[in-house]
């Protein structure tokens, strides 16, 4: 049976679509069908991190209003056999997503998917409660700073209130959490929450830890999921993610202050 | 720079008129008899004493079935209980006259819910904050007395919750996070860390009480009388268990 896991976080600009790019690249490299719907309709921003923008004709709001077919609105990826994208339209707003048409597109990808990622969109509105209302589990994606730990903590209230699974008394909605954007450095230095502070607040398996790294952004620009970028850390820290959200046991990197080598301290990075 | 002109004097409105939407608790005439109101009004209301001070009330005519009332003496009557009468509803068309020559407005007719106060803990108005969204708990149904008014939460209460415990306790066996609020008539205790906003007898019960295994509140109330912590909690109770009670107007926090 498919998943659908929301990414979702609250607070915008804390990596919802950097994660959902990555995660659901990593899932489809492990050879699951995957596909990545954006949820932030008039926002559109995953085809960018996807590098498919130019290749966006229809979508998801084309589709909900049956003016396009599934299939043509679906962007097959460029690195991945198994990954697809649904794009957001930029031209409409979160209103056109209306529960019924959803949930109508959603079980159209059950049919064929493993996994559906849901990119919610930031805030706790229409856009971001059809992004998580039908969600099997969601991956809470929080900045270690108090203002997104405090919204993360409310959109998890929201998945306990108002997801489907919350109203028809089903099974919870299973939380995973990914800590972005962690600096080990300031975390030292006490200008950053520690994963401990975030941990003990929200009460919720920790599923990863992202470290903050340039490569994340150079990634974005170019237009390809930084999961691609095997050397970086947090390519390296996304892989883990969809390791652990396997199955598989693996201990937490990168939280720890690099210790610099002798060649690296005399020739720079 | 603009001059001053005498048209700026216009541009600003001395009134402005707008329509807005109150809920107000409607009391029920049921007997032309002011002494029979009065004694009954009394032995009611003194269960809420403090919730209808003040309290804007309509007057509903519709039992009286055009039996005439001496309007002067009710609105005295009311104005004793502390209640300010704004109107009446449902009078026949001579009552409807009494009433406007006695300063009362005549309101149409809506649905009646039951709202007059049976016993403390039920009353016409929520507290406050009860228009927020996202309550996880449903108010119990009246179950004639087979369980407890106490309410139990073993789920954490996260920011933007609230959770209610009409006339009775609320036993939290989780978290409660910065940004959550607690309500309860009666008293509160939280099993886990108190970090959000906790008022025990929010109808007036003085004697309520809130007990925190380890106190790292934004607010405590009790009653009504409330202490905010707005930057460091004094050491003797950051992360202690206390208790919270009423001493006199006086909110005490105290280790346990």
Request: aromatic share 4%; glycine share 8%; with cysteine.
């Amino acid at each position: 049976m498919a998943k659908v896991i929301v990414v979702t976080s609250g607070k915008g600009g804390v990596g919802k679509t950097t994660t959902s790019a990555s995660f659901a690249t990593g899932l489809a490299m492990k050879g699951n069908k995957t596909v990545v719907i954006d949820f932030d309709v008039g926002l559109r921003n995953l085809d960018l991190i996807m590098g498919c923008e130019r290749r966006v004709v229809y979508d998801f709001v084309n589709v909900l209003n049956n003016e396009s077919t599934l299939k043509q609105a679906l962007i097959k990826d460029k690195h991945c056999d198994n990954l697809f994208v649904l794009p957001a339209s930029q031209t409409r707003d979160k209103d056109a997503l209306t529960e019924e048409g959803v949930e109508r597109i959603l079980n159209e990808l059950k049919k064929d998917f493993d996994y559906i990622v849901c990119d919610s969109p930031a805030g706790i509105e229409k856009g971001a409660l059809m992004a998580l209302y039908f969600a099997d589990e969601a991956l809470i994606v929080t900045n270690p700073e108090v203002s997104s730990v405090r919204d993360s903590d409310r959109i998890l209230g929201i998945l306990a209130a108002k997801s489907k699974r919350a109203l028809n008394g089903d099974e919870p909605i299973k939380e995973h959490l990914v800590i972005t954007r962690y600096s080990p450095k300031r975390v030292e230095l006490g200008e950053m929450l520690s994963i401990d502070d975030v941990k003990d607040l929200l009460g919720i398996p920790l599923i990863g830890v992202i470290p903050e790294s340039e490569s994340v952004l150079s990634a974005s620009n170019s237009g390809v999921p930084v999961i691609h970028d095997i050397d970086s850390n947090s390519g390296q820290a996304y892989a883990d993610v969809v390791d652990r959200f396997m199955g598989v046991n693996l201990p937490l990197r990168f939280l720890n202050v690099e210790k610099k080598g002798l060649l690296s301290r005399i020739f720079g990075n | 720079m603009q001059t001053e002109v005498d048209d700026s004097v216009k541009l600003e409105a001395a009134v402005d008129l707008k329509g807005s939407v109150f809920t107000l608790p409607v009391l029920q005439i049921c007997s032309g008899s002011i002494d029979a109101i009065e004694s009954e009004l009394t032995e009611r209301l003194s269960a809420a004493l403090k919730f209808f001070k003040h309290a804007p009330v309509v007057i509903d005519l519709e039992k009286l079935s055009g039996q005439n009332l001496d309007f002067s003496a009710l609105l005295k009557l009311l104005a004793r209980q502390d209640l300010v009468s704004v109107g009446v509803r449902n009078g026949s068309a001579q009552q409807n006259a009494l009433a406007v020559s006695a300063g009362l407005a005549v309101l149409k007719g809506g649905p009646l819910q039951n709202i007059l106060v049976q016993e403390s803990s039920e009353s016409v108005e929520k507290p406050k904050a009860e228009h927020r969204t996202d309550k996880v708990v449903e108010e119990k149904k009246n179950n004639k007395g087979l369980s407890s008014a106490t309410k139990i939460v073993t789920q954490p209460v996260r920011s933007g919750q609230q959770i209610y415990a009409k006339g009775g306790d609320l036993i939290v066996m989780a978290p409660v996070n910065p940004g959550a609020e607690i309500v309860a008539d009666g008293n509160i205790h939280v099993y886990a860390p108190m970090k959000g906003r906790a008022l025990a007898g929010v109808m007036g019960d003085t004697k309520a009480r809130i007990f925190c295994q380890s106190m790292e509140a934004e607010l405590i109330a009790v009653a009504g009388n409330f202490r905010v912590f707005e930057d460091q909690i004094p050491s003797d109770i950051r992360a202690k268990s206390v208790q919270a009670y009423l001493d006199g107007d006086h909110l005490v926090v105290a280790p346990l």
